[in-house]
Nanobody
Framework: QVQLVESGGGLVQAGGSLRLSCAAS????????VGWFRQAPGKEREFVAA?????VYADSVKGRFTISRDNAKSTVYLQMNSLNPEDSAVYYC????????????????????WGQGTQVTVSS
């Protein structure tokens, strides 16, 4: 079993930055595929970024967001720059012990473990 805890959300002005953290406890986390997803009110949950032996980004965040991991701390980060109001959502961390093919990474049904989410609000 893996427990995931997100942190780092908050309120920021448009153009600002935030760094989200996803801390894992439990089993070895370093080989897991870890993804970030987000869900805005009234919208479906959508893929943001993921990291395994490669990194994958949604088109909407490419060039602005960076996903990274610190295996010694069992933590995955999402650095978010140039934020805009459309980035406002609850951000969720998800993990799975498998290494997915790139095309499978964006599908939330593939991930076994989820955090509770952290709110990101970007004001205009």
């Amino acid at each position: 079993q893996v427990q995931l805890v997100e942190s780092g959300g908050g309120l920021v002005q448009a153009g600002g930055s935030l760094r989200l953290s996803c801390a894992a406890s439990g089993r070895t986390f370093s080989t897991y595929t870890v993804g970030w997803f987000r869900q805005a009110p009234g919208k479906e949950r959508e893929f943001v970024a993921a990291i395994s032996i490669f990194t994958v980004y949604a088109d909407s965040v490419k060039g602005r967001f960076t996903i990274s991991r610190d295996n010694a701390k069992s933590t995955v980060y999402l650095q978010m720059n140039s934020l805009n109001p459309e980035d406002s959502a609850v951000y969720y961390c998800a993990a799975d012990p498998r290494i997915f093919e790139r095309r499978s990474v964006p599908y939330d049904s593939n991930y076994d473990y989820w955090g509770q989410g952290t709110q990101v609000t970007v004001s205009s």
